[in-house]
């Protein structure tokens, strides 16, 4: 009788190991991990990405007053930028809570069909993030509008410098640290993003010039939009 329990208990295991995982019992977690996060001379653009992506995270803490560490969770668990964007302006418009407006998105699929409960157009103030929205702009496009009204708002690049650089193909982190390095030595952003992109220099090779450390990123970008809030700087 030991031997029979023994043997389908054996014959109970060995099935279920063959049996196949359910791909749902595995996250969908994007790795959002660099292994190099410091300027390196002889290979002067592979910790770009880092200086990037961490100058993008760091500006949207700031303007929305939200943890960092919170903002690279949600990009682990599969998250957007574009997504994240929209959803912490929005919920700054409606005073939704910005996890609720992400998941929504999932559900509903259209950015415009979360914010219509919302009732945020008034509040909006005619910006750029409202008027895209309205027109029923695809992501991307209303992401890059919403960071295009933050960027104005908080004087990171005028209204001019802006459209060049964006007809220049810069994207929204190049934007942001083009702004940061160029607050930092008074040079035009237009130029710095030009000398990149034409491979005369790397964003790791600006910051440093800059006299940016890697790891003050965050506390530059946030004393940026501090000082654009000062009112005695006239903004």
């Given at each position: 009788?030991?031997?029979?329990?023994?043997?389908?208990?054996?014959?109970s295991?060995?099935?279920?190991?063959?049996?196949p995982m359910?791909?749902?019992?595995?996250?969908a977690?994007t790795?959002h991990?660099?292994?190099?996060?410091?300027?390196?001379?002889?290979?002067?653009?592979?910790?770009?990405?880092?200086?990037?992506?961490?100058?993008?995270?760091s500006?949207?803490?700031?303007?929305f007053g939200?943890d960092?560490?919170?903002?690279v969770?949600k990009?682990?668990?599969?998250a957007s930028?574009d997504?994240?964007?929209?959803?912490y302006?929005?919920?700054a418009?409606?005073?939704?809570?910005?996890e609720?407006l992400?998941?929504?998105?999932?559900a509903?699929?259209s950015?415009?069909?979360?914010?219509?409960?919302?009732t945020i157009?008034?509040?909006a103030?005619?910006?750029r993030?409202?008027?895209a929205l309205k027109?029923?702009?695809a992501?991307?496009r209303?992401?890059?509008?919403?960071?295009?009204?933050?960027l104005l708002?908080?004087?990171?690049?005028?209204?001019s410098?802006?459209?060049a650089?964006r007809?220049?193909g810069?994207?929204n982190?190049?934007?942001?640290l083009?702004g940061?390095?160029?607050?930092?030595?008074?040079?035009?952003a237009?130029q710095?993003?030009?000398?990149?992109?034409?491979?005369?220099t790397?964003w790791?090779?600006?910051?440093?010039?800059?006299k940016?450390?890697p790891?003050d990123?965050?506390?530059?970008?946030?004393?940026?939009?501090?000082?654009s809030?000062?009112p005695?700087?006239?903004?």
């Amino acid at each position: 009788m030991h031997f029979v329990t023994r043997y389908v208990f054996q014959l109970s295991l060995i099935i279920l190991l063959m049996l196949p995982m359910p791909a749902l019992a595995i996250p969908a977690i994007t790795c959002h991990c660099f292994t190099d996060r410091s300027y390196d001379p002889a290979h002067p653009t592979v910790a770009d990405p880092y200086f990037l992506a961490t100058t993008q995270n760091s500006f949207v803490a700031a303007v929305f007053g939200v943890d960092k560490k919170s903002i690279v969770i949600k990009k682990q668990k599969g998250a957007s930028a574009d997504d994240l964007w929209t959803a912490y302006w929005l919920a700054a418009k409606s005073g939704a809570d910005p996890e609720f407006l992400l998941q929504e998105h999932k559900a509903k699929g259209s950015w415009r069909q979360v914010a219509a409960p919302l009732t945020i157009y008034a509040k909006a103030g005619g910006g750029r993030g409202a008027e895209a929205l309205k027109a029923g702009a695809a992501d991307e496009r209303l992401a890059n509008a919403v960071v295009d009204e933050l960027l104005l708002r908080f004087c990171f690049h005028g209204a001019s410098e802006l459209a060049a650089l964006r007809k220049a193909g810069a994207g929204n982190q190049e934007l942001i640290l083009a702004g940061l390095i160029a607050a930092k030595t008074r040079q035009p952003a237009f130029q710095l993003y030009r000398d990149v992109k034409g491979g005369r220099t790397s964003w790791g090779a600006l910051l440093q010039q800059a006299k940016v450390d890697p790891a003050d990123i965050q506390t530059e970008i946030a004393t940026l939009v501090k000082k654009s809030r000062d009112p005695r700087n006239g903004r």
